[in-house]
């Protein structure tokens, strides 16, 4: 049960707040409250008392018994006070909620009308506008009408007007493009009739005008002079500021199902009307060479079109910039390059002339691959000679990228360079590095730079294809030309070591020399633009789950140069262990010498008891090293020569430490002997490729330095360590030792000497 204890403590609105959250449990509130009532009233009557316990209460009990029945009945009237209120704010409720439901019926009746009406209203607006609109552009086609006969200046003005009341209709959010409408479409066919009509004439004169100016042949030798030139140019820019007023709009948004329309038509749709004039000679020529019986229509010469059109482009490249441009400009059309916008429509004619040959060009492969270069080619000549920016024109190459004509041209693609590929790989004179006075160009094998430029070549086939998703398929052929590439490399190196040939050859040089020169060159390519864009749609080469990479790599080529290095870091590792194990080979004959002997004979030492000669095995041993040592040199990128004599060197040191220092026993003219061979052999070996020898052969260096110490000074710097081994860390200071620095390891060399044992 609940604890009616504070009950009469709260006022009837938080009463109602606290246990009423609905009629229902506002009727059970009551019915318990009355409840309540009655029982209260029951205990607080003289029948309904408890009697005491045991005895008689005494007087104080009575009075707190009295004091107890009037709170009762304080409580009882309360509370049946409140029950009444609750009943009344319960009914009210009751009350609220059904006008409130009544009025949100009858709101939604009233909103669903108004909608419809408002919907209606726009509808009537928008027809008002549209006849409004209607209205005025019949009336501008009337007076056109009547004064396309009386004067030509006054109907291109009135065009105009008619085109800007078509340019005020409603237009997409999205592409700012007219929306298509029956009104639309009306007004877009009417201006075009009017551009047809009122350029019709305008046009036959304008190219008369043209032709005595020497276009198209003889620009540079007009036959005209004088005045007479004079009034035929002003004549000429007077037509062309009229037919520049005839400039046909853009047509409204096409539909969804129109859309399917060749962008090829769009490079027409905004061109300017004396341009398109100007280009109706070369059109005549153009179908007239190209189209028919004509010999020079060879569909195996697509160059024949080609190179025409580079040839016209460059004819009158300057006189548009001369002549028509400054027209352009004080007409407040500056935005518009001549010359970019008469090439555009010679491009045009490219476009249509390719598109009728395509389908009878991908049946024969032999044609298609021909095809594919030539226009290839002729987009990068109209760049060139245009000198604008590849956005500026719709290359023809754009064509390829349909689906019939693409997937051919990848396969195509694709097995070309693999053949090239293989015939690269296969020439053994291919090895050899090219030919060069540049100290690091003469370490480039011929087969890295004919990849590479496979590589560049593929790249500049694909640089202007408009969609990303097209280049990405070229850009996963060259990443899988890398693999095949990083793959061939191993091959050629595991078939030369296992066949027993010697490991310091021009194979392996290659090879080596290979695979760090085409690492070099994919790091400049991941810095480029291109490469960078490409990047964010190529796939992971490695198949790591995105969750597993710490880092997102920028450059598509990054895994495979690090495949390349490790291409590297194997061949320059074997190359030092080849160079290490011929010097190991001649170790022996060189330690086998007597050490211990007190005296050289021969003549190696002067008459002072000083070594001035090397030894024999010191000789045949050094030579060697040094001259494997050179061989690398000479063969091997600077990179990987300093890494591999920075390994070797690494190598002799701990195999001399360990296999002659530590293991032989020198006599005073003994070890003599073994410094001057160390100094006068050894480090020099070293010294033509660092000027710290040294620091490259640490333990050996140290060792000398115990080695030449006095006797005096070697006795008591072994008594020191013997009787305190932690005074090794001051003695290493003092002696300036590197890598010898425990007490133990100074104390093992010194033991070798023999001559000390005399003073012991």
Known sequence: ????????????????????????????????????????????????????????????????????????????????????????????????????????????????????????????????????????????????????????????????????????????ETTSEIESSALASYMYTDINQWAVKLSSSIKEEFLKLMTKLGWPNHLTQCPLKGADKDAVISRRDYLFYQLLGLQIPKPPARLNDEEDISDSSKDVDDQIPPITVLLSFFRKRFFYHFYGDKATNSIEKPEWYFTQVIKWILQVKEYLIKEIQPLLENACHSHIWCPLEFSRGLMKLVHEKVLLDLPTVTSNEALLCHYIDEILSFDRDVISVLDVSRGSLRPVQSILVEDQVFHKWIALEANSVKEKMDEILSSSSHWTAEVSDDSELRFIPKSANLFLTLLDSIS?????????????????????????????????????????????????????????????????????????????????????????????SVSPFDYYRDCLGLVVDDLEMVVSRAVIDQFRARLPEYKNQRWTIQQEKGGKSSKHG?????????????????????????????????????????MVDKTVYLEMILKCNYSSVGKEQFLYDIQHSLIPVFGQFTSSPHNFLPHISDSCKLLQLSPGSAILLKQTLREDPKSSSMVSGEYKLSVITTADAILRVLSRRTELSDFE
């Open 1 to 172: 049960m609940e604890d009616w204890s504070e009950v009469n403590d709260l006022p009837v609105c938080e009463l109602i707040d606290k246990y009423c959250g609905n009629s229902d449990e506002l009727d059970a509130m009551i019915v318990e409250v009355s409840t309540r009532v009655e029982q209260l009233k029951s205990r607080s009557s003289p029948e309904g008392r408890v009697p005491a316990a045991a005895g008689d209460m005494d007087d104080s009990s009575l009075l707190g018994t009295e004091h107890i029945r009037d709170r009762l009945l304080s409580v009882h009237a309360t509370a049946k006070h409140s029950a009444e209120e609750l009943r009344v704010v319960s009914s009210r409720r009751k009350e609220l909620t059904g006008e409130i439901e009544r009025h949100i019926t009858r709101t939604e009746a009233f909103f669903s009308f108004l909608t419809e009406n408002v919907s209606s209203l726009k509808k009537y607006e928008k027809e008002r506008d549209d006849a409004l609109t209607l209205k005025q552009f019949l009336k501008i086609v009337d007076k056109l009408s009547s004064t396309i006969s009386q004067s030509v200046p006054d109907s291109i003005i009135l065009y105009s007007k008619a085109v800007e009341v078509y340019e005020k209709l409603p237009r997409r």
């Open 460 to 552: 500049k086939r694909y640089e202007n294809l408009p969609s990303i998703a097209h280049r990405r398929q070229f850009l996963d052929m060259q990443l899988e030309l890398l693999d095949e590439y990083r793959t061939r490399l191993i091959q050629l190196k595991n078939t030369h070591l296992k066949s027993g040939q010697p490991v310091l050859s021009e194979t392996v040089f290659g090879v080596m020399n290979s695979a760090s020169y085409v690492m070099e060159v994919l790091g400049r390519w991941a810095d480029e633009t291109m490469y960078i864009m490409l990047s964010l749609k190529c796939e992971n080469p490695l198949g790591v789950e995105e969750s597993d990479l710490d880092v997102v």
């Open 610 to 650: 000083k070594v001035s000669k090397v030894s024999t095995p010191a000789v045949d041993l050094f030579l060697v090293l040094s001259t494997q040592l050179e061989l690398v040199s000479n063969g091997v990128n600077s990179r990987s020569s300093r890494r591999i004599w920075q390994q070797v060197a690494r």
